[in-house]
């Protein structure tokens, strides 16, 4: 079992523990490396860098940066970023302000559907630093009995064609690359086979991705099924693309790989953490 994970949530973003709960998490099931990647902020790195300080964990800045290409919408992790860069921390900021305009359009179209108060009790569900996703809509939608968990509201609601669906417009990905190369950090894309992008359309995202020094392909994911880890190796290796590992954890019970619990990596792929000074 891998002792690496690159990919976590605290309630800073749609997480449910707090950037220290979730280090002690971490370190209680043998992570030894370990990235906190919120949505779209960086607000819980500190938290979390000094507990894993603590446990004697090597913690890695990490970030989710939302992305919209050719009208899909794309996650795009910054591993070994500085939180400080300016671009990247304005970037973010500038995101996050169209997350909370954005949950309004989605709780106007919860209300089309019957749905009210949605709004208020999503933000029963945010942390304090106030960033709102369709995740807290979901947990909304299951406490109010509209969806038995969180698989089936993203089945019956927040998604194209079903109520609650609100478009939005994220970065661009040639501006998400910038950012986050130029403070220092390495592109990852995050949970590729998500997307169920045709061959075409997934390897044009693969060219452009490269050609704006994009570094590597999240391959070992929740979201991939085994056949799926080796395809996107074989693309890795391809394209001379490094490859990254991450349970993508929200919280216990929420989420499909717990912290600590990922397969080994594939055999002749180079990982993303290979010029890493801690490694
Ligand atoms: P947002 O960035 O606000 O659009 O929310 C995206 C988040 O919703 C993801 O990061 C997941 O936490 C959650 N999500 C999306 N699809 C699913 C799903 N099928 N099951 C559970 N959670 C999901
Ligand atoms: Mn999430
Ligand atoms: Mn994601
Ligand atoms: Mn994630």
Same mark, same amino acid.
């Given at each position: 079992?891998?002792?690496?994970?690159?990919?976590?949530?605290?309630?800073?973003?749609?997480?449910?523990?707090?950037?220290?709960?979730?280090?002690?998490?971490?370190?209680?099931?043998?992570?030894?490396?370990?990235?906190?990647?919120?949505?779209?902020?960086?607000? @819980? $790195?500190?938290?979390? %860098?000094?507990?894993?300080?603590?446990?004697?964990?090597?913690?890695?800045?990490?970030?989710?940066?939302?992305?919209?290409?050719?009208?899909?919408?794309?996650?795009?992790?910054?591993?070994?970023?500085?939180?400080?860069?300016?671009?990247?921390?304005?970037?973010?900021?500038?995101?996050?302000?169209?997350?909370?305009?954005?949950?309004?359009?989605?709780?106007?179209?919860?209300?089309?559907?019957?749905?009210?108060?949605?709004?208020?009790?999503?933000?029963?569900?945010? /942390?304090?630093?106030?960033?709102?996703?369709?995740?807290?809509? /979901?947990?909304?939608?299951?406490?109010?009995?509209?969806?038995?968990?969180?698989?089936?509201?993203?089945?019956?609601?927040?998604?194209?064609?079903?109520?609650?669906?609100?478009?939005?417009?994220?970065?661009?990905?040639?501006?998400?690359?910038?950012?986050?190369?130029?403070? @220092?950090?390495?592109?990852?894309?995050?949970?590729?086979? %998500?997307?169920?992008?045709?061959?075409?359309? $997934?390897?044009?995202?693969?060219?452009?991705?490269?050609?704006? @020094?994009?570094?590597?392909?999240?391959?070992?994911?929740?979201?991939?099924?085994?056949?799926?880890?080796?395809?996107?190796?074989?693309?890795?290796?391809?394209?001379? $693309?490094?490859?990254?590992? @991450?349970?993508?954890?929200?919280?216990?019970?929420?989420?499909?790989?717990?912290?600590?619990?990922?397969?080994? $990596?594939?055999?002749?792929?180079?990982?993303?953490?290979?010029?890493?000074?801690?490694?």
């Amino acid at each position: 079992m891998l002792d690496i994970d690159l990919h976590s949530h605290s309630n800073v973003s749609d997480g449910v523990l707090t950037p220290a709960q979730l280090v002690d998490r971490a370190a209680q099931r043998g992570v030894k490396m370990l990235a906190l990647t919120d949505h779209d902020d960086v607000a @819980g $790195l500190d938290e979390a %860098r000094c507990a894993a300080a603590e446990k004697n964990i090597t913690f890695i800045n990490g970030v989710e940066i939302s992305v919209s290409w050719r009208g899909r919408t794309i996650h795009i992790l910054g591993l070994n970023v500085d939180p400080e860069y300016q671009p990247l921390y304005e970037g973010l900021a500038a995101i996050r302000s169209g997350r909370t305009q954005r949950a309004q359009n989605i709780a106007a179209e919860l209300e089309k559907a019957g749905i009210t108060g949605s709004l208020e009790g999503a933000y029963a569900f945010v /942390g304090e630093r106030g960033l709102i996703g369709r995740t807290h809509f /979901g947990r909304f939608l299951v406490e109010k009995g509209y969806a038995k968990d969180m698989k089936s509201v993203f089945k019956k609601y927040l998604v194209k064609g079903k109520p609650g669906y609100a478009h939005h417009e994220w970065a661009a990905l040639s501006q998400t690359i910038a950012w986050i190369t130029g403070s @220092g950090g390495n592109a990852v894309i995050a949970h590729p086979a %998500r997307y169920n992008l045709g061959k075409n359309v $997934l390897n044009d995202l693969l060219d452009e991705f490269s050609a704006l @020094g994009g570094s590597a392909i999240e391959v070992i994911s929740a979201s991939h099924t085994p056949q799926q880890v080796e395809i996107f190796a074989a693309h890795a290796k391809r394209r001379n $693309l490094l490859i990254s590992c @991450g349970s993508d954890f929200h919280g216990p019970g929420e989420s499909f790989f717990d912290l600590g619990r990922l397969p080994e $990596l594939p055999s002749g792929c180079v990982p993303v953490w290979h010029d890493w000074n801690a490694f």
